[in-house]
């Protein structure tokens, strides 16, 4: 059975960080690209940031650049996204994905508020 299970969101203040970790299991996780997604309130999914099978190469979206980062360790089957420096408009639901050829699957998310 495949799984994606995101954990460590939660409430932060500004300025503050938080690491996001997403487990993945019931798949061979070493072959797919992941990614993390958000969405808040009223907006469309959006993509965060990703990276290649082997962790070689990264991406994010202009907002997160030089706040986030991406990561993964293809021996615990999980990725990773550290957020440091938080802002208010970070707040959403954060979803991993997994991608390989024409295949997909997400996580079910998790939530990151960041408010004073």
């Known amino acids: 059975q495949v799984q994606l299970v995101e954990s460590g969101g939660g409430l932060v203040q500004p300025g503050g960080s938080l690491r996001l970790s997403c487990a993945a299991s019931?798949?061979?996780?070493?072959?797919?690209?992941m990614s993390w997604y958000r969405q808040a309130p009223g907006n469309e999914r959006e993509l965060v940031a990703s990276?290649?099978?082997?962790?070689?190469?990264?991406n994010y979206a202009d907002s997160v650049k030089g706040r986030f980062t991406i990561s993964r360790d293809n021996a615990k089957n999980t990725v990773y996204l550290q957020m440091n420096s938080l802002k208010p408009e970070d707040t959403a639901v954060y979803y991993c994905?997994?991608?390989?050829?024409?295949?997909?699957?997400w996580g079910q998310g998790t939530q990151v508020t960041v408010s004073s």
């Open positions: 990276i290649t099978r082997a962790g070689g190469s990264t």
């Open positions: 019931g798949f061979t996780f070493s072959i797919y690209a």
């Open positions: 994905k997994a991608s390989w050829s024409f295949v997909t699957y």
